[in-house]
């Protein structure tokens, strides 16, 4: 594949493509596309999550939702590696859906994907600022500093949030620029300082007893009896705990939304080497680490530290917050990296856990960076966007125009998000993530009935199948079966994944109705100044 794009003549620039290669270089391997897949996840955000399942469910314990949220996703693997074996290129369920299904089906995924993974950038960079006190906490606990210490009540303000928030995604826009062979080894080397992270934890935990913990708190805390006395407390504002299996299985569409991110490999699909086997060997190396790590992690807080309390504490800290506050000064939705500071005795170990959020945020707005761009060069490519945004650089071979676009949109959704309540507005974010799982698994159920071309191998007429129907459409079956159910949940329980508000609706719609529309639009723009059809001309797939 060449690294420059090839420029067609003059008269050709009217048609679909204009250039004989795309211009993204196949340079990625099986680490660089698991260090992206694991960073789309945001490793170490799962001590939040924890703490968040707590707050949003009663009573739940999350061994069984981890584990349940993971075979959903290897499910959807499968699903997703007949796609990518079909359409080897980048733009994830926009290239899908178009060539599969139908070009302005493939817009409505395109555009909506670009605008709520900007959004998600900006979000991740509010998400490192509102940590930076922790940050700071443990920075301060580490040198011994009450300076820095007691600067952690500084940098809550919205203008110190939107201060690092902007800084953040500066940062992550410099790294951007450079090959995504280069960026990937970047990512790579957060992830393991993340994996590191969790290493720290999980010696903390396992070397020191529930007592030790408990002793540690009350230290912490400036609080001999601060362990019981949260208990007393939750106990006081009828906080329930303990473990209900029908509970806990209400939080497997949460852990299936904690795993978000595990296959995102397949957006750079156009620059993985041997895309299938690359792909697959990075999902499943991926999901394996998570489930090893995270139930490993969990299984580590319940010995030590013991779940009613992680159970009161979560309720609490959210629910009550002066009640919580005047026990101990510890970080409620810190979680697991809480424990890990309070049993901590060394700097070192301090420093890795506060540090685990920051590397975090920037890990996945790196790769979430490399994710949306590669969606708006596949849509620029078809002319659905202005061209510039598929013009590659020669000396690095990404998208440059569309990184620029991306990170200034992302920087306005920080901006907003700082000053302003968005929470209506982006309420029902959780129910879109989990359509994009629908929108690609029922791509991989059409794949074989309407484009059994893209996946046959030379010599052979029909696909590999069982009782009568095709594999590919028995993977993507199952898939679009889990994935709709986990909508359901999400759909059924707007107390913890989203209310339904008139903005948040009419969000929802305008993000979906604007990719038909500007399909519509390119594609009379092309009927009348060329005699293209896009429809038609949308059946091919976008050149190398």
């Known amino acids: 594949m060449a690294k ?34 694991l960073a789309s996840v945001a490793l170490c955000n799962t001590f939040i999550n924890f703490t968040n399942g707590l707050v949003a469910f009663s009573q739940v314990d999350m061994v069984v939702p981890l584990l349940l949220g993971a075979a959903v996703w290897l ?18 369920e926009y290239v899908y859906l178009s060539r599969i299904i139908s070009p302005a089906i493939g817009a409505m995924a395109g555009i909506s994907i670009c605008i709520a993974f900007t959004y998600i950038l900006a979000a991740n ?21 009450s300076g820095i210490g007691d600067a952690a009540s500084q940098v809550s303000g919205q203008g ?9 995604l500066l940062v992550v826009g410099a790294c951007s620029f450079f090959s995504l062979r280069r960026l990937a080894q970047i990512i790579m080397a957060l992830v393991i300082f993340q994996l590191v992270a969790f290493l720290v934890l999980g010696w903390l935990l396992v070397t020191h007893s ?79 680490v998570l489930v090893v790590v995270w139930v490993g992690i969990w299984l580590l807080m319940l010995n ?7 159970q009161a504490q979560a309720k ?76 590659i650089s020669e000396r690095n071979a990404v998208p440059s125009y569309a990184i620029i676009v991306a990170l200034a949109a992302g920087i306005v959704f920080a901006l907003l998000a700082s000053f302003l309540n968005l929470a209506n507005i982006i309420a029902n974010l959780a129910l879109f993530v989990a359509l994009i799982i629908v929108a690609g698994s029922v791509a991989a159920t059409a794949l074989p009935f309407r484009r059994p071309d893209l996946l046959l191998k030379p010599g052979t007429t029909e696909l590999p199948k069982m009782a009568g129907i095709p594999v590919p459409a028995l993977w993507g079956g199952a898939s679009t079966i889990l994935s709709l159910t986990v909508v359901a949940l999400i759909i059924t329980h707007p107390e913890v994944f989203g209310a339904f508000s008139v903005s948040s ?9 604007a990719g038909p529309v500007i399909y519509l639009i390119a594609r009379q723009i092309r009927l009348q100044s060329s005699s293209i059809d896009l429809r038609l001309a949308m059946r091919e797939l976008p050149p190398e």
């Not at 420059?4 to 795309?22: K, P, Y």
């Not at 939107?162 to 953040?168: E, G, L, N, Y």
């Not at 030590?304 to 992680?310: A, I, K, N, S």
């Open 316 to 391: 609490l800290g959210a629910t009550d917050a002066p009640a919580y506050g005047a026990i101990t000064s510890l970080q409620s939705s810190a979680g697991g990296l809480g424990y890990g500071l309070v049993l901590s005795g060394d700097p070192i170990s301090k420093i890795v856990i506060g540090l685990a959020i920051p590397s975090t945020e920037l890990a996945v707005n790196l790769a979430f960076v490399a994710v949306v761009t590669r969606v708006l060069f596949a849509l620029a490519f078809d002319r659905l966007l202005p061209i510039g945004l598929a013009k």
């Open 210 to 288: 529930h007592q030790d913990f408990v002793n540690a708190l009350g230290q912490f805390s400036g609080h001999p009896n601060a362990y019981n006395d949260i208990l007393a407390a939750a106990a006081k504002d009828n906080i329930p705990i303990g473990v209900s299996l029908s509970a806990s299985l209400l939080v497997v569409p949460f852990m299936v939304l904690n795993y978000n991110g595990v296959l995102y490999s397949y957006y750079v699909g156009g620059e993985l080497r041997r895309p299938s086997r690359t792909y697959i060997w990075a999902s499943v190396l991926s999901i394996g």
């Open 75 to 92: 499910v959807a693997m499968f699903a997703y590696k007949y796609l990518l074996e079909a359409i080897p290129r980048a733009g994830g």
């Open 505 to 513: 609706v009419v969000t929802l719609v305008l993000v979906l109705g």
């Open 4 to 37: 420059a794009s090839v420029m067609g003549s003059a008269s050709a620039r009217e048609g679909l493509f204009t250039r004989q290669s795309s211009g993204l270089v196949r340079e990625l391997g099986i680490p660089a596309a698991t260090a992206i897949s």
């Open 160 to 168: 110190a949030i939107a201060i690092i928030s902007v800084a953040m």
């Open 125 to 145: 960079a509010n998400f490192t600022a509102t940590y930076i006190p922790l940050l700071l906490t443990a920075l301060g606990a580490a040198f011994n500093s």
């Open 304 to 310: 030590t530290v013991g779940l009613d309390f992680m």
